[in-house]
């Protein structure tokens, strides 16, 4: 057999564990009743510990060094090439790591998900606080065990975005935040108001269910290929091109919640049910990067989920779904409140001009605290500080505050910007698909996707990780990531609903 081959069916079994570990997380937060969750954290850390041994044993290591040579001859743009480029990447990142401190990390993070849980339900960033503080301490330990020259932020951020730098992240931050400020203040200072009042309506659950399943068959996503579920933070999970689940909630006072989730959620789907079968079991099943996922989800989301075009077709069967709730409202109504700019204190409910801002108040605080620059027990006084410099927010209390996300209870240190980063990718990519298809708008008011999607298919999804992000973004619009296209986006987009 030769050594590809070995390589191929070692690598198959560390993703199967992986996805029998994903298929825990997902019954974890569907269907498992919350009796079951102490025996689920000791399932999810054996299996964890199989995988990485699995995955950073010496053969792999030998396979990869004897296969080094011959890849030489192997086109680069070969599915064989990119599959030893990304297991390549992927082995000497984890090898870094000491079994124990990956298994500290483990136990540590899966018992501070509870904490962080009950903290927030009191709203005392105080109980989570020593928790955080240790959780800090074995980012800085993971991030020095894999090394790095500028700065410490750059190994962690790799883990998501593979290949960005702080550098380059930082300059891109401050030009996207030097075009929002002054969009910001403008929208603030308009004197448009939105109606939002259908908005203050209860919205049956079932009814927002059935609708948000609409959505999803409407959008394409192959329900032979995935389910939706309730869950209590939306998400999309993976077992294989033929299992792509998502997740929703509904709330009986924000409807507009479950509809944007149903969208967003099925864009990450999309992505995931577009990437060829052949990659399954491969390190290249998964997207390029987080922040690229992002750049898919937050496209249907925004771009197309919130576009009038999109709503002259839906906002009928919108009416028809909720009988009698949505009668005295206008489609152009319905867009105008869907798209509301305001200030406010949590990240997921922000709308499309706030949401970075977000995003880098919490990259501030993780570079200072990962730098040593500030104390964890000081950390609601610096964030509240910061929502006011940044947002013009006065944040009430903790819960609405430092303690809204979920990530650092998960060791998620990095990770944030992804979520910027798709935002403009975002744009970039639609940019390019408008060039190549122009009737994209009018084929949205016919309720037809298919044009965008095959065009994001045939562009990003079918390579899935074969690329590192910037490289495949190079490829898709022949240059590098830019603020620019998504703040000439939003001046356009809001010029027209707030007359700026
Ligand atoms: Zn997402």
Known sequence: MDRLQQLKERVAEVMDLRHALALLEWDQQTYMPSGG?????????????????????????QLLEDLAPEMESVPYDSDEAALVRRTKREYDRRTKLPMAL????????????ETWVHARRESNFAMFAPTLAEIVELEIETAEAYGYLESIYDPLMDGFEPGMKTLQLKQIFAELRDG???????IVESPHKVDRRFLGQKFAIQQQEAFSLELLKGI??????????????????????????VTNRFMEDLMTSSIF?????????????????????????????????????????????????????????????FPGQLDDVSVEGFWQTINTVE??????????????????????????????KIATKDLPEIWNAKMEEYLGYQVKNDAEGVLQDVHWSGGSFGYFPSYSLGNLLSVQYFTRALEDIPD?????????????????????HVYGGKYMPAELTEKVIGGPISPQPFLAYLRKKYGEIYGI
């Open 343 to 372: 200030p406010s204190a949590i990240r997921v409910e922000s709308d499309e001009v706030t949401y970075n801002l977000h995003i880098m108040l919490r990259f501030e605080v993780e570079m200072a605290l990962l730098e040593g």
């Open 440 to 460: 994209l708008y009018r084929q949205f008011e016919r309720g037809e996707y298919g044009g965008l999607l095959t065009w994001l298919h045939e562009n990003i």
């Open 261 to 321: 989730s149903a969208i967003h959620e099925g864009g990450h789907a999309l992505y995931d049910q577009g990437i060829p079968p052949r990659f399954d079991r491969t390190p290249l099943a998964f997207g390029a990067s987080f922040g690229v996922h992002e750049s898919q989800s937050r496209m249907w989301e925004n771009i197309v989920g919130r576009n009038l075009h999109f709503w002259k077709f839906w906002f009928p069967l919108a009416q028809k779904a």
């Open 102 to 113: 990956v298994a500290r990390f483990a136990r540590i993070t899966s018992l501070a998900h």
């Open 180 to 186: 929002l400020v002054p969009i910001v203040q403008a």
């Open 220 to 245: 394409g996503y192959d329900f032979q290929r995935g389910r939706q579920d309730r869950t209590a933070h939306p998400f999309t999970t993976t077992f294989s091109s033929g299992d792509v689940r």
């Open 37 to 61: 969750n102490e025996a689920r954290a000791e399932q999810i850390s054996t299996l964890s510990k199989i995988a990485h041994q699995k995955f950073t044993s010496p053969e792999v290591g």
